[in-house]
Structure formats: C-alpha cells, structure tokens
C-alpha cells in the first residue's frame, strides 16, 4: 500500500463526469490534484473550490491536451506548484459520433488527437517527473468500446483501442523505472453525456447490462485509487468497470 498523503496528480479533463469525481476522490485521500480543463474555467474552478473546503489541495489549470505547447505548460505549472508529480491520470476525451459514411476527416482528427495523441503529449512531458516519483502511476482512462466497438463510434473505439496497446507496451518499458501504467475502461456511466440519450435508449442501454444499471462516475474514481494506492504489482491491465457487460 502506498500512503498518498502529499503525492501530485495531474487529472486531465479533469472538471467535469468522471474526471471531476476522480479529482475529488483522490484529493480526500490527501493527494494534491491539478485539475486540467479545455474551456470551462467555472466547472474546473467548482471542482477546486469543493477540494479546498474539504480540506484538501488542488489548482485548475487550463490546457488543450492535444496540443505540446498546452502540455509544456500544464506540466511546468504542475512543477511551480508542488514540485514533482507522482500520478497522471489521462482521463480528457471527447465524442464525434457518425456512421463512417458520414464521418468527416475533422472529426476523425479532433478525436483521435484529444483521446489518443494527447497521451503522448502528456505522458513525454510528465515522465521524467514521474520516473523521479517512488511510485509514479499512469492511469489511462480508455473504454468499453475500445474493447468492443461502438456503432457510429470508429474514431472514438479506434483512439480507445489505441490507448489500450499504448498502456500495454509502455507498461513493458517503464516496469523496471518502478512506474505502472494501467488502463480503466468504464462501460456506460451515469454522466451528463448518458443522461442526455432519450429515455428509451437509456432504458436499452440498462437492459443489456448484467447488473441491470448504469454506473457511477464514482466507481471509476475508485478504481483509479485502488491504483494509485495498491497497485505496486498490477501494470499492463485494463480495469473493467462496466457492470458485467462485457468480461
């Protein structure tokens, strides 16, 4: 086990669904969190304000993740802050669903470069700090469809997919540097995104899964603690967090 009092986490996409719950979880087991955002400073701000009366430490910091430059400064600002960082959690995505037929290039690009790219972007620039760290964790945050494919979803399961072999083979490089990289990969998770779907597709949705409900962004928040906390002997893994949907 690993006392997380005092360790640094960089939490991308950080402000909102899952990883707002993830800032949150981490930062009550005394981990101080930079929550990174793309554009909606009040929700990141909301996050932090929320860590702060409960007595923890967080900043937000804003940072296109598909974007070196942004990452440079993410991470030089996570270094003035609190001088190291221990976990990175790699959790910023975004969705351009269409059948292939109508799938623009634009779309291809803008999700392959924010759910997948921009892991490069982050974990290049983390790594030396992370390396330093004595127990540097990177969790990647893929998903069910990376594991299964999605209708409408070959850029969003090709990125999620993508992420999946990257954790696998970087898992190989960084074992002996006493870094794990793990992959979670939650199913369908009561977010803002879920509960926008017209209410018979959700109820579609919760018939198909063994447990008979959706998940809690919670749930996934806890599974990157167990992580960060006990998993010293666990890298290479995908963490599935998906009601029994898929096994």
């Not at 127990?135 to 990125?159: D, K, L, M, P, V």
Request: aromatic share 4%; proline share 2%; hydrophobic share 40%.
């Amino acid at each position: 086990m690993v006392e997380l009092t005092d360790k640094v986490a960089i939490v991308t996409g950080g402000s909102r669904g899952i990883g707002s719950a993830i800032s949150s979880e981490l930062a009550r087991n005394g981990v101080k969190v930079v929550v990174n955002y793309q554009s909606n400073s009040e929700s990141a701000e909301k996050v932090v304000h929320a860590i702060k009366e409960s007595g923890g430490q967080a900043i937000a910091v804003k940072a296109d993740v598909s974007k070196s430059d942004d990452v440079l400064n993410l991470i030089n600002e996570t270094i003035n802050q609190f001088g190291k960082i221990d976990i990175l959690v790699n959790n910023a995505g975004i969705t351009k669903d269409r059948t292939f037929r109508k799938l623009s290039q634009d779309d291809w690009n803008q999700v392959i470069n924010v759910n997948l790219n921009s892991v490069y972007n982050t974990i290049s620039s983390a790594l030396p700090h992370l390396m330093e760290s004595e127990a540097g964790r990177i969790i990647n945050i893929s998903s069910i469809i990376g594991q299964t494919g999605g209708f409408g979803q070959t850029n969003y399961s090709a990125a999620k997919a993508g992420l999946i072999g990257y954790t696998k083979s970087l898992a190989l490089e960084l074992a002996r540097k006493r870094v794990t990289v793990n992959a979670v990969c939650p199913g369908f998770i009561e977010t803002e995104m879920v509960q926008e779907m017209p209410d018979k597709v959700r109820e579609q949705i919760i018939a198909s899964v063994p447990v008979q409900r959706l998940g809690q962004a919670i749930e996934v928040a806890r599974s990157v603690l167990f992580l960060c906390k006990d998993g010293e002997y666990i890298t290479g893994q995908q963490l599935n967090i998906n009601g029994g949907l898929y096994m």
